[in-house]
């Protein structure tokens, strides 16, 4: 399953096979799917993810999210709309921030590229098997 941030992008867990010598690994691991408008993102290099048509993807639980912080839905969804537009904002000023997503990881612009990098404990939760193939993979 995937969840869907509107005007940032879609985070997502797949799965993907590894061929061995020996044997072969199907890890899972997260990323992430930037869906930005363009016009925030003039020079800025970020790689193409391609979210696979079999996973599902939900639109952020608002309701959810207001359960984790006492805050009403409407309330939450407001603060989520105006963190992402003022992001958009300072990535169109070259500000360039460090956009940090709790126990997953930091969405960066470093060199004009823009990438999220995971927490090793976001992936390591993921994929209890073969993790260090996990982490090298993401």
């Known amino acids: 399953q995937g ?3 509107p005007g940032l ?9 590894i061929n061995g ?3 072969v690994y199907v890890v899972r691991r997260p990323v992430f799917q930037l869906d930005m408008d363009m016009s925030c993102l003039r020079e800025l290099v970020f ?6 048509g079999d996973i599902e993807i939900m639109p952020l ?7 984790t912080n006492s805050l009403p839905p ?20 070259r500000q360039c921030p460090a956009f940090t997503f709790e126990n997953i990881g930091i ?27 996990a982490l090298l993979l993401t």
């Open 21 to 23: 010598t020996e044997e």
């Open 47 to 52: 790689p193409t993810v391609m979210i696979p």
């Open 107 to 133: 969405l960066s612009c470093q060199d004009n590229v823009l990438c999220m990098q995971f927490h090793c404990s976001c992936i390591a939760g993921l994929e209890s098997r073969d993790i260090w193939l």
């Open 61 to 67: 639980d608002y309701w959810w999210l207001s359960q």
């Open 74 to 93: 409407d309330m939450v969804r407001g603060c989520v709309e105006e963190t992402i537009l003022l992001y958009s904002f300072q990535l169109r000023t």
């Open 3 to 5: 969840v869907l941030v």
């Open 9 to 17: 992008g879609t985070f997502a867990v797949v799965h993907e096979q």
